[in-house]
Structures are given as C-alpha cells and as structure tokens.
C-alpha cells in the first residue's frame, strides 16, 4: 500500500565545459494514502580544469520510500507492527569537485544540506526492549542534515586498485533527543583485484 510514480521532466543545455541541467521532479505517493510532491532538479558540471577538476553543484528533493523489507536488513530485530510513512527532502542543495590528479588517482568531496520531513529512526520499544522500532522526526519544521564526504581511488597497478570513502553527518532534530541509529562518522575502504578479464575480487 504504499508506491511511488516519478515523473522527471527537464531542459539539458551543453556546452565545451559544462553539463547543465534545469527541470522538476513529479513525485506521486499512492496507496493506503495519496500525495502529489513537485521539487525543484537543477544540477551543473562544470569543467574547472578539464579531467583534472570538475565543479558540481545543485537543487533538488524526492520522496525517500519506506518499507519494512529494507529496514528489517538493516536492524533485523524490528517489530512487526511498524507504522510506514515515505520521508521527503523537501530541500536538498549540494556541491563538491572531483577529478583526476593523475592518471592513477582520482578523489572525490562533496558537501550537501538537506531540509528532511519525517525522518525515520530506529528506536527500542518502550513496550518490548528487546525489539527496536521505527519513530518519525516529525517536528513542526522539517529537520537538517548537513552532510560532508571525501573520497580517493588510487590504482597501484594494472590488476590492483584502492580506494578510501569518509563520511561525515550532522543533525539538528526538532523532536527526538538523537538520530538513533545513525551514525555520524563512517570510514570505508576497498580493493578490487582483477585477476583477469573476465574475474575479479572485491573487498570493502
């Protein structure tokens, strides 16, 4: 009962050294209720230094789907009697450069601010302490999330390349006391191998 149709109507403009896109996203949540969402879908590339560095920056939102199956894998020990509400990002601006230093290394930092309705979090049950539920941060405004991420891919050889991801997150909530469940620092790592053309391993 709960769905989504998107409808993504835009203008593309292209040129030697930019990329840039105006238009809006329909969102239409159907089912056990029913809402029409339009936002804004604005985005520009820009070629600072070609291949080297990139400048991308935009204006968006969307409606984020919720559904058990997807919160269950990442907190199995959920209770069955979840309420599902769609969060929106009534307001998602972003910005950031990417790039090649060289021909082995590549990097990635990227900044954005989001104004999010209906957040869900996950929380233990007051009735069942051994079960976690999901609670709604459903202020009178909607939240922010300011969020920071860098990212580097280095290539140490023709078969053997690594990468590194820092992701950073700040909430300012309206409601509830934390971002339960969410974490405001994780680090990654990866390396792919590539044994042949047709077989490789990954590892993160």
């Given at each position: 009962g709960n769905h989504i149709a998107r409808v993504n109507p835009f203008l593309g403009f292209k040129g030697e050294n930019y990329d840039l896109r105006v238009g809006?996203?329909?969102?239409?949540?159907?089912?056990?209720?029913?809402?029409?969402?339009?936002?804004?879908?604005v985005a520009?590339?820009?070629?600072?230094?070609?291949t080297y560095a990139h400048l991308f920056l935009g204006v968006t939102g969307d409606v984020n789907k919720t559904s058990f199956r997807d919160f269950s894998r990442e907190n199995p020990w959920l209770a069955p009697d979840i309420s599902i509400v769609n969060s929106l990002d009534r307001l998602h601006i972003f910005g950031g450069i990417k790039g090649n230093a060289s021909?082995?290394?590549?990097?990635?930092?990227?900044?954005?601010?989001?104004?999010?309705e209906n957040l869900p979090l996950i929380n233990n049950s007051l009735s069942a302490p051994y079960m976690y539920r999901l609670v709604y941060e459903n202020g009178s405004k909607a939240s922010s999330v300011f969020h920071f991420s860098g990212e580097v891919n280095l290539r140490i050889?023709?078969?053997?390349?690594?990468?590194?991801?820092?992701?950073?997150?700040?909430?300012d909530l309206q409601t509830e006391e934390e971002a339960w469940y969410l974490p405001k620092l994780q680090i990654g790592a990866n390396t792919r191998i590539n044994i042949s053309d047709r077989l490789y391993l990954n590892g993160e």
């Open positions: 809006i996203n329909l969102a239409t949540e159907f089912g056990d209720s029913s809402r029409v969402n339009i936002f804004p879908d520009l590339d820009f070629a600072l230094i070609p021909a082995t290394f590549g990097y990635k930092a990227h900044i954005s601010y989001r104004r999010v050889s023709e078969t053997i390349s690594l990468g590194g991801k820092l992701d950073f997150n700040e909430y």
